[in-house]
């Protein structure tokens, strides 16, 4: 994964993070020499003299990536057949961070005891921590995040679908550091050894987007009544009864698909109504060529199948439910038994202009009956759960009626199925689809639907959309969406919070500063009157992806805070981490600021860190 890094190759005086590290190799540095001094030695080629050499020290630091083994996350489900295709997509790299870990404090506190075992001075501790964060950048700036464009439509059999997924392969990078001593003896090859054992530090975790994790393919069948039901209840249609599909020689109708260049949202040719007879077209083009005089034998016409498609349509009542009559009473075909089943995902568009279009986020079952009372038939309702997928436009209302296709974006139809298998639905659901469809801030979503969505909830959201390939690289500098004061939201997930923290801590980072500094009245109520665990670990958790930012303002922003608060050692002594990189930051500011707040909130665990904080 890693690239070829071209740094500043430095020696000298301290200026900059890049002027503390010389590249060696492709993922292997050392930083600039220091503690250069005299010595009289042993000559290693005659024992019995002496001569005198240079004697100095540097770290040397090696990245290493390692593939967790199976370590996979499906994160994408495409359906497709060659004449039924997909839309391609893309996907991109995720870094999560995972600093500050104690396995990362041992590691400090090993190297220190090997740097104070050697006689060096406390004075030339900075070398560390600074190239340290030098390394941290360098091996960040070296990795273009990739992003994978992913045709989903090519090698796709006939006579059946195709169902791929896609995800990520989880790799770890870790920061190798060992102390180099390094001799040299006028006229003779310098001679280097190792000082101390080799530590490990966790850097992050890098989820690289993977071509294809597996395939199967479901053929359509022969025996067109007693077709398997994995691909209607995958792919949604219709089931027919035994005796239609005797007569007709169709077992299974899909709905059809939206073409590759129609969306019901955002850019491209928009499909936002269709009427009852443009719609039966639509389903005969399923239908094989083959097949269709079957239905004049019939006398299933144009006309009646409009009939039907009108008597059985869905109607909404509002933007959150969609409900389907099975009650017959009004056609005559097709005859009792015949099912319909459309999966989360399904996209249903309405027969007016001006309304939304929604996608079903709970399977919709319904077998089509007469149903008998004492008053004559009685329509039989089927209802499923569904989201809004234009937020501007108007909410459903009773009398306009929706018929279903097969969505081309199956990022859409996996972030329905999320909803569907989770166990908690709410109002978040609903803008977890408008942060994909409308890129809706949080602010915004919040107006829109009450009750609203917390910032955790958000955060939760945001992590889930841009797994699915939901983001483009603009996007994930949206102002709008990634805005700072999210990070009071202590309902989000540990992975969904370092992710965005992190992404609004490089992006963002002004903005972040100026948030934080204002001293946020969450962040104050998290710290003085927590309610739960939860609550009691989230402002930790906060300043720990902070202060180890990468970015300049993030880092201060944190400090800043934690000056300010008044009272907060008894939540937070020892739980920030041990600001080593702050202290001995390049930046005075920072410098200064680190060692006024580590005197409050950190206690030292290594004679370089006391000794930085108060010699």
Same mark, same amino acid.
Request: charged fraction near 25%.
């Given at each position: 994964? %890693?690239?070829?890094?071209?740094?500043?190759?430095?020696?000298?005086?301290?200026?900059?993070?890049?002027?503390?590290?010389?590249?060696?190799?492709?993922?292997?540095?050392?930083?600039?020499?220091?503690?250069?001094?005299?010595?009289?030695?042993?000559?290693?080629?005659?024992?019995?003299?002496?001569?005198?050499?240079?004697?100095?020290?540097?770290?040397?630091?090696?990245?290493?990536?390692?593939?967790?083994?199976?370590?996979?996350?499906?994160?994408?489900?495409?359906?497709?057949?060659?004449?039924?295709?997909?839309?391609?997509?893309?996907?991109?790299?995720?870094?999560?961070?995972?600093?500050?870990?104690?396995?990362?404090?041992?590691?400090?506190?090993?190297?220190?005891?090997?740097?104070?075992?050697?006689?060096?001075?406390?004075?030339?501790?900075?070398?560390?921590?600074?190239?340290?964060?030098?390394?941290?950048?360098?091996?960040?700036?070296? /990795?273009?995040?990739?992003?994978?464009?992913?045709?989903?439509?090519?090698?796709?059999?006939?006579?059946?679908?195709?169902?791929?997924?896609?995800?990520?392969?989880?790799?770890?990078?870790?920061?190798?550091?060992?102390?180099?001593?390094?001799?040299?003896?006028?006229?003779?090859?310098?001679?280097?050894?190792?000082?101390?054992?080799?530590? /490990?530090?966790?850097?992050?975790?890098?989820?690289?987007?993977?071509?294809? @994790?597996?395939?199967?393919?479901?053929?359509?069948?022969?025996?067109?009544?007693?077709?398997?039901?994995?691909?209607?209840?995958?792919?949604?249609?219709?089931?027919?009864?035994?005796?239609?599909?005797? %007569?007709?020689?169709?077992?299974?109708?899909?709905?059809?698909?939206?073409?590759?260049?129609?969306?019901?949202?955002?850019?491209?040719?928009?499909?936002?109504?269709?009427?009852?007879?443009?719609?039966?077209?639509?389903?005969?083009?399923?239908?094989?060529?083959?097949?269709?005089?079957?239905?004049?034998?019939?006398?299933?016409?144009?006309?009646?199948?409009?009939?039907?498609?009108?008597?059985?349509?869905?109607?909404?009542?509002?933007?959150?439910?969609?409900?389907?009559?099975?009650?017959?009473?009004?056609?005559?075909?097709?005859?009792?038994?015949?099912?319909?089943?459309?999966?989360?995902?399904?996209?249903?568009?309405?027969?007016?202009?001006?309304?939304?279009?929604?996608?079903?986020?709970?399977?919709?079952?319904?077998?089509?009956?007469?149903?008998?009372? @004492?008053?004559?038939?009685?329509?039989?309702?089927?209802?499923?759960?569904?989201?809004?997928?234009?937020?501007?436009?108007?909410?459903?209302?009773?009398?306009?009626?929706?018929?279903?296709?097969?969505?081309?974006?199956?990022?859409?139809?996996?972030?329905?199925?999320?909803?569907?298998?989770?166990?908690?639905?709410?109002?978040?659901?609903?803008?977890?689809?408008?942060?994909?469809?409308?890129?809706?801030?949080?602010?915004?979503?919040?107006?829109?639907?009450?009750?609203?969505? !917390?910032?955790?909830?958000?955060?939760?959201?945001?992590?889930?959309?841009?797994?699915?390939?939901?983001?483009?690289?603009?996007?994930?500098?949206?102002?709008?969406?990634?805005?700072?004061?999210?990070?009071?939201?202590?309902?989000?997930?540990?992975?969904?919070?370092?992710?965005?923290?992190?992404?609004?801590?490089? !992006?963002?980072?002004?903005?972040?500063?100026?948030?934080?500094?204002?001293?946020?009245?969450?962040?104050?109520?998290?710290?003085?009157?927590?309610?739960?665990?939860?609550?009691?670990?989230?402002?930790?958790?906060?300043?720990?992806?902070?202060?180890?930012?990468?970015?300049?303002?993030?880092?201060?922003?944190?400090?800043?805070?934690?000056?300010?608060?008044?009272?907060?050692?008894?939540?937070?002594?020892?739980?920030?981490?041990? %600001?080593?990189?702050?202290?001995?930051?390049?930046?005075?500011?920072?410098?200064? %600021?680190?060692?006024?707040?580590?005197?409050?909130?950190?206690?030292?665990?290594?004679?370089?860190?006391?000794?930085?904080?108060?010699?």
């Amino acid at each position: 994964m %890693l690239t070829s890094l071209a740094l500043i190759v430095a020696i000298g005086h301290q200026t900059t993070l890049k002027d503390q590290i010389v590249q060696r190799s492709e993922n292997s540095f050392d930083s600039r020499p220091f503690n250069s001094h005299k010595e009289t030695l042993q000559d290693p080629n005659d024992p019995s003299k002496q001569v005198e050499a240079t004697v100095s020290y540097f770290w040397h630091y090696r990245i290493h990536e390692e593939d967790e083994p199976d370590d996979y996350e499906v994160v994408r489900t495409v359906r497709v057949r060659p004449e039924s295709p997909a839309k391609p997509f893309q996907m991109r790299e995720m870094r999560i961070g995972l600093e500050d870990k104690p396995k990362n404090q041992n590691a400090t506190n090993k190297l220190a005891e090997t740097f104070v075992r050697e006689g060096i001075p406390t004075s030339d501790a900075p070398i560390f921590e600074r190239s340290m964060q030098a390394m941290r950048r360098a091996a960040v700036d070296a /990795v273009d995040p990739a992003v994978r464009t992913i045709d989903p439509n090519v090698g796709v059999r006939s006579g059946g679908w195709t169902v791929r997924e896609y995800g990520y392969d989880v790799w770890v990078t870790d920061l190798h550091v060992q102390l180099v001593k390094r001799i040299d003896i006028p006229g003779r090859e310098s001679k280097l050894m190792n000082v101390g054992s080799e530590q /490990v530090y966790d850097l992050w975790e890098y989820w690289t987007p993977v071509p294809l @994790i597996r395939e199967r393919f479901i053929p359509d069948g022969g025996n067109v009544m007693h077709s398997s039901y994995q691909i209607p209840e995958s792919i949604g249609g219709v089931k027919f009864s035994d005796e239609y599909a005797t %007569l007709t020689g169709i077992g299974y109708v899909p709905p059809p698909r939206l073409k590759s260049n129609e969306t019901t949202f955002g850019v491209g040719v928009m499909v936002s109504t269709i009427t009852a007879n443009s719609y039966m077209n639509r389903v005969f083009d399923t239908i094989p060529r083959d097949r269709r005089e079957i239905f004049d034998l019939i006398k299933l016409t144009p006309a009646k199948v409009n009939e039907m498609l009108n008597a059985t349509a869905a109607q909404a009542k509002d933007m959150n439910s969609l409900s389907v009559s099975s009650d017959l009473s009004a056609v005559d075909m097709p005859p009792c038994g015949s099912e319909m089943m459309m999966p989360p995902g399904t996209i249903w568009i309405p027969d007016r202009a001006g309304f939304q279009s929604t996608m079903t986020t709970t399977p919709l079952r319904i077998r089509y009956t007469f149903d008998a009372s @004492i008053d004559g038939a009685s329509p039989m309702i089927e209802s499923a759960r569904t989201h809004c997928l234009n937020k501007d436009l108007k909410e459903p209302e009773l009398g306009v009626r929706y018929f279903p296709f097969m969505g081309n974006d199956d990022a859409l139809a996996t972030l329905a199925d999320l909803t569907s298998k989770s166990n908690f639905r709410g109002p978040w659901d609903q803008i977890r689809t408008w942060i994909y469809t409308d890129k809706i801030g949080f602010d915004e979503a919040n107006e829109r639907l009450f009750p609203g969505a !917390t910032e955790g909830q958000y955060m939760n959201n945001l992590f889930d959309v841009f797994k699915v390939g939901g983001f483009t690289a603009a996007d994930l500098k949206d102002k709008k969406m990634f805005d700072p004061k999210l990070l009071s939201g202590a309902g989000a997930l540990d992975k969904a919070f370092d992710w965005v923290a992190m992404q609004i801590g490089e !992006t963002a980072g002004k903005e972040l500063r100026k948030w934080i500094e204002g001293m946020p009245e969450e962040l104050q109520r998290l710290l003085k009157s927590p309610t739960n665990d939860m609550e009691k670990k989230h402002v930790p958790r906060l300043m720990k992806q902070l202060r180890g930012s990468l970015d300049l303002d993030t880092r201060m922003g944190a400090l800043t805070f934690l000056d300010k608060s008044v009272g907060a050692e008894a939540q937070l002594k020892d739980k920030i981490g041990d %600001l080593r990189a702050s202290v001995f930051s390049v930046d005075e500011k920072e410098a200064a %600021l680190a060692k006024k707040v580590a005197a409050r909130y950190v206690t030292p665990t290594d004679t370089l860190l006391r000794a930085a904080m108060f010699d």
